[in-house]
């Protein structure tokens, strides 16, 4: 069965410090995707990055950062330079790579981070 | 391009009433995937819709249903409610694609609340 574990409920920053998001997941497949998702007090979910499997480059998108370690099952989400409009629940999710087309994702339980002026 | 749109936007019900969530994807999407969000949780999985069937179904009971409609909108309807229905029903819609999830887009979602 496949879990993602989001172990940090709730994190508090100040604007402009980083702030990292640990995100654990266990899965039998050999082939699965991994995402990141973004709740703001609105509620849709607001998709941030797909990382395979087999790829284990880190990647950088402006002020974002996620780093995949296979030999570890994590997939962490870093924030450079917080703003308080990075104020939201962030989500990790796990799905398989489907020969039918049709994917379900898991998602952890989430982090709420909190970035005051 | 008005993204995924959900109504209504909140609802409150009396335990052992019937509800019914709608959901139309974002243009161009043709699979359509429920989720249910309780307070403090992570979304889990109902079930999914392609070509006006059930593809997929999460660990939810019968009293969870769904349709999908010839333009790809989709229904879930929720029997016998419970207390323990109260949550964010939120629906996703992608474009079908084989091996590769393609990106989901949620919809912001219907607040139940259960009394």
């Known amino acids: 069965a496949q879990k993602v574990t989001q172990a940090q409920t709730e994190i508090s920053v100040v604007e402009k410090e980083d702030v990292t998001l640990d995100c654990v997941y266990e899965t039998r497949d050999t082939t699965y995707y991994l995402f990141w998702y973004k709740q703001p007090p609105s509620g849709e979910l607001v998709f941030l990055i797909r990382?395979?499997?087999?790829?284990?480059q880190n990647e950088i998108s402006g002020r974002y950062s996620w780093n995949f370690q296979k030999s570890t099952s994590s997939f962490n989400f870093t924030i450079t330079a917080s703003q308080v409009v990075d104020s939201a629940v962030y989500f990790c999710?796990?799905?398989?790579?489907?020969?039918?087309?049709?994917?379900?994702?898991?998602f952890g339980t989430g982090t709420r981070l909190l970035v005051s002026p | 391009d008005a993204g995924v749109t959900q109504s209504p936007t909140h609802l409150i019900k009396t335990r052992g009433q019937q509800v019914t969530l709608r959901c139309s994807p974002k243009s161009g999407h043709d699979t359509v995937s429920w989720y249910q969000q309780a307070l403090g949780q992570g979304p889990q999985f109902i079930f999914q819709y392609y070509e006006e069937e059930e593809r997929q179904r999460g660990n939810f009971p019968d009293r969870f249903s769904g349709h999908q409609f010839p333009n790809y909108s989709s229904e879930l309807n929720v029997n016998a409610l419970l207390l323990g229905d109260s949550a964010l029903y939120l629906c996703?819609?992608?474009?079908?694609?084989?091996?590769?999830?393609?990106?989901?887009?949620f919809g912001q979602g219907t607040r139940l609340t259960v009394v």
């Open positions: 999710a796990l799905s398989e790579a489907s020969n039918t087309g049709f994917q379900k994702l898991v």
């Open positions: 990382r395979n499997s087999f790829d284990e």
């Open positions: 996703a819609s992608n474009p079908r694609q084989v091996r590769v999830p393609t990106e989901a887009f």
